[in-house]
Nanobody, 125 residues
Framework: QVRLVESGGGLVQAGGSLRLSCVSSGRPFSNYVMGWFRQAPGKEREFVAGITWNGGRTDYADSVKGRSTISRDNPKNSVFLQMDSLKPEDTAVYYC??????????????????WGPGTQVTVSS
């Protein structure tokens, strides 16, 4: 079992930045590929960014590419999402997710096994 807890969300003005964090507990963190997803009211959960077990490969949704950076710190069992130049359309609940094995990067929500409870990000115009 893997337990994930996100933090770092909040209210920010358009153009601002936020750094989301997700801490994992349970099975060895480095075994898992990690992803960030988001879900806005009335919309489906969508992929934001993903990173393989050793950070060797990352992927981003087109909507955040160039504005966001995913990273991980395996000794600290943590994955991060740095988001810059935030826009009102980035407003959503952001979720951290994990899947095994760690070397295969997935971009669909139904391909991830473990999920955190989410953290709210609100970007005001």
């Amino acid at each position: 079992q893997v337990r994930l807890v996100e933090s770092g969300g909040g209210l920010v003005q358009a153009g601002g930045s936020l750094r989301l964090s997700c801490v994992s507990s349970g099975r060895p963190f480095s075994n898992y590929v990690m992803g960030w997803f988001r879900q806005a009211p009335g919309k489906e959960r969508e992929f934001v960014a993903g990173i393989t077990w050793n950070g060797g490969r990352t992927d981003y949704a087109d909507s955040v590419k160039g504005r966001s950076t995913i990273s991980r710190d395996n000794p600290k069992n943590s994955v991060f999402l740095q988001m810059d130049s935030l826009k009102p359309e980035d407003t959503a609940v952001y979720y951290c997710a994990a899947n095994f094995p760690g070397h295969i990067l997935k971009t669909r929500a139904n391909e991830y096994t473990y999920w955190g409870p989410g953290t709210q990000v609100t970007v005001s115009s």
